[in-house]
C-alpha cells in the first residue's frame, strides 16, 4: 500500500475535523441526546483517514471541546460535556472511529464493508452512550433506550448509508487507497 503524503493527511484530518465541528451544529434538540451530523463525519473519517489519522481527528476534535472552543453540538463546550449525559457518545466515538477504520481497511474498502463497518462504528457509539445516559439521567434502560437511541436509528442508519456513498466517491479521488472499490461494488 501506497503511504500517504504526511502534509496531505494533515489537510484531509483538518478538513474531517471541521466538517465534524459543522455537522455539531446541525443540531436537531429532542431531547437530552441532539441529532446531529457529526456522528456522520465521525465515521466517514474513520473510513477515509483510516484508524491512525481517524482516531487522531476525533481526538483532536473533542480536546478543542474539552478546551472551551464551541465544537459540541449545538455550540457547547468544556470539560462538562463528556461528563454530563451526552458524554458516553462523545467518548464512544473513539473505540468507534478505530473498530470502523480496522473493519473497512480489513474488508478492502468495498462498498458492503464500509456499511458494516458504519454500523459497527455507530453501535459502538451507542454502547457507550446509552449506559452513559442512564448513568447520567438515573434512567431505567427502557427510557435510557426511548430517549438517547430509538429515535435516532432511522437517521442514523440513512447517514450511515449516505457515508458509504460518500467515500466510494471520495477514495478514489483521493488516491491512498489500496484498492478503492472491488469490481462487483459498481
Known amino acids: 500500500m501506497e503511504h500517504p503524503n504526511p502534509i496531505r493527511m494533515m489537510v484531509y484530518t ?11 451544529y446541525i443540531a436537531v434538540p429532542i431531547g ?5 451530523l457529526q456522528n456522520m463525519f465521525v465515521l466517514l473519517a474513520a473510513i477515509i483517514l483510516g484508524p491512525r489519522w481517524g482516531l487522531g481527528c476525533v ?4 480536546l478543542l471541546g474539552i478546551m472551551g472552543l464551541p465544537v459540541f453540538a449545538g455550540g457547547m463546550s468544556g470539560i462538562g460535556r463528556i461528563f454530563g449525559p451526552t458524554g458516553g457518545y462523545l467518548i464512544g466515538y473513539l473505540p468507534a472511529v478505530f473498530v470502523c477504520a480496522v ?12 456499511l458494516l463497518a458504519l454500523f459497527t462504528g455507530s453501535l459502538l457509539v451507542y454502547a457507550i452512550g446509552v449506559p452513559w445516559l442512564k448513568i447520567a439521567y438515573a434512567m431505567s434502560w427502557a427510557k435510557a433506550l426511548a430517549a438517547g437511541m430509538l429515535p435516532f436509528l432511522i437517521g442514523d442508519t440513512l447517514k450511515m448509508i449516505a457515508a458509504a456513498f ?3 466517491s471520495l477514495t478514489p479521488v483521493l488516491h491512498f487507497q489500496e484498492r478503492p472499490y472491488a469490481q462487483s461494488d459498481h
Request: proline residues 6%; glycine residues 8%.
Open 103 to 114: 473493519m473497512s481497511k480489513g474488508l478492502k474498502h468495498s462498498l458492503w464493508g464500509n
Open 14 to 24: 483538518a478538513l474531517f475535523i471541521a466538517l465534524i465541528i459543522v455537522g455539531a
Open 32 to 36: 437530552p441526546v441532539p441529532i446531529v
Open 166 to 168: 460518500i467515500a466510494k
Open 59 to 62: 481526538a483532536v476534535y473533542l
